[in-house]
């Protein structure tokens, strides 16, 4: 599958991330999802595709937003996932679960893209 770290953490930020969806072809989405506490999840929820599978996972700083609170808010915009401890075990899961031709997306905070292992994507892939 195509792995694509995105730094989009915002709402025009996702708005943009998803024009580029429209030109992108795939089979299905994967998003791997973590967000800080100090910006406005719901404006980023309520944007995001409820077809796609989620990972709800958090980086690991003071401002991050606990994977499990991101989860439950996810859940009201019908986003459908399961969370994880960091960044990489959820890539591992979406990579384990993904079809060659499926797109998955790490985004929702710079700091949790920053924490993604580029050697586990190159191994399992």
Known sequence: PTVVLEVAHNKNGI????????????DRLHIIL???????ATQVLELLPNSASYY?????IPRALD????????SEY?????????????LRDALG?????DLLIVCGSI?????VNKESIIQQA
């Open 15 to 26: 708005e943009q991330m998803l024009l580029h969806l429209k030109n992108i072809k795939y």
């Open 34 to 40: 973590g967000m800080v506490k100090d910006k406005d």
């Open 56 to 60: 709800f996972t958090n980086a690991h």
């Open 67 to 74: 994977a499990k609170d991101l989860q439950l808010k996810g």
């Open 78 to 90: 019908n986003l459908a996932g399961d969370r994880y401890e960091n960044v990489n075990l959820a």
């Open 97 to 101: 679960n993904a079809s060659r031709g």
């Open 111 to 115: 700091f949790l893209v920053a924490e």
